[in-house]
């Protein structure tokens, strides 16, 4: 179709006043169980407050149905804990002592999802809590920030295998091109941390935290925890996220906190 065509064809559409408004691009958000535990004490994420108090932790993943195919958002902690009876401690008393009730691959297969059905993934960051299970997508392309995927791991050893397909961003990136799913950079918790914005037709705009915050107390206060890796990026971070709700008129699905996440419909059930 020549672009004399299209200009002709977008005259018509806007003068006859009766445009057909644009399927929403987003059909459905399930929130997977990707984790329960107890941190040992939560001061590390509120320094100087709440020494010693222990606080139950959860841990979601995000399915999202799109008109162009399936999206992942976070991978959780590693599947094999699951067969743990003890969980996985950790090892900072203070952190968080996980368990897995159920495995991602079983909460997909409830759904009827299979993990090569995955079109496009991304995490919030390369913690093990958000990264457990990234391999269970082996030919899924993943979106990360550039400074997440090149910070060095433990003894320098790289964050993702080298052989999966990874897109490298350096900002904010419209997963779909119509504006319904998009990853907003928000270093500070670790350099390349990112959170979602995902668009509902009737629920509305949602922000998924990743870690830029744990628990609402936190956020209320923009406490920054003492592991984060620059404190100026969390505050800057968390003002980006501020005004990015109260743009979008938006909610704040904080990931870690068991209160909120018990008060959300969990999988099967889904939001639209």
């Not at 065509?5 to 644009?22: D, K």
């Not at 991978?75 to 159920?102: E, F, H, I, S, Y």
């Not at 209320?220 to 100026?232: F, G």
């Not at 996220?241 to 018990?262: G, P, Y």
Request: glycine share 8%.
């Amino acid at each position: 179709m020549t672009l004399a065509v299209l200009l002709v064809a977008a005259a018509l559409t806007g003068n006859s006043g009766h445009a057909q408004p644009a399927k929403p691009g987003v059909e459905k958000l399930y929130i997977l169980n990707c984790g329960e535990g107890v941190a040992g004490d939560i001061s590390r994420w509120s320094p100087g407050i709440n020494e010693g108090k222990s606080m139950n932790f959860v841990d979601s993943c995000y399915l999202i149905k799109h008109a162009q195919g399936w999206f992942l958002w976070d991978t959780g902690v590693a599947d094999a804990v699951a067969a743990m009876p003890d969980g996985l401690a950790p090892a900072d008393p203070k952190a968080v002592l996980w368990r897995r009730p159920k495995t991602l691959a079983g909460e997909l297969d409830r759904l009827g999802v299979k993990p090569a059905d995955i079109k496009g993934m991304a995490v919030s960051h390369t913690h093990p809590d958000h990264v457990g299970n990234v391999e269970l997508f082996p030919t899924t392309m993943l979106y990360v920030q550039k400074a997440e995927y090149e910070w060095p791991g433990a003894n320098n050893a790289p964050r993702f295998k080298a052989e999966h397909p990874v897109t490298k961003l350096e900002g904010d990136r419209d997963i779909f091109g119509d504006g319904s799913v998009t990853i907003l950079s928000t270093p500070g918790h670790t350099p390349g941390h990112q959170s979602l914005l995902v668009k509902l037709p009737k629920s509305g705009a949602i922000v998924l935290s990743g870690d830029a915050v744990h628990f609402t107390s936190n956020w209320e206060i923009r406490a920054v925890p003492s592991m984060n890796s620059n404190k100026e990026q969390t505050q800057a971070s968390m003002l980006k996220i501020a005004d990015t709700l109260a743009k979008e008129k938006a909610q704040l699905w904080i990931n870690h906190d068991k209160a909120q996440r018990d008060s959300l419909k969990m999988s099967p059930e889904f939001y639209e």
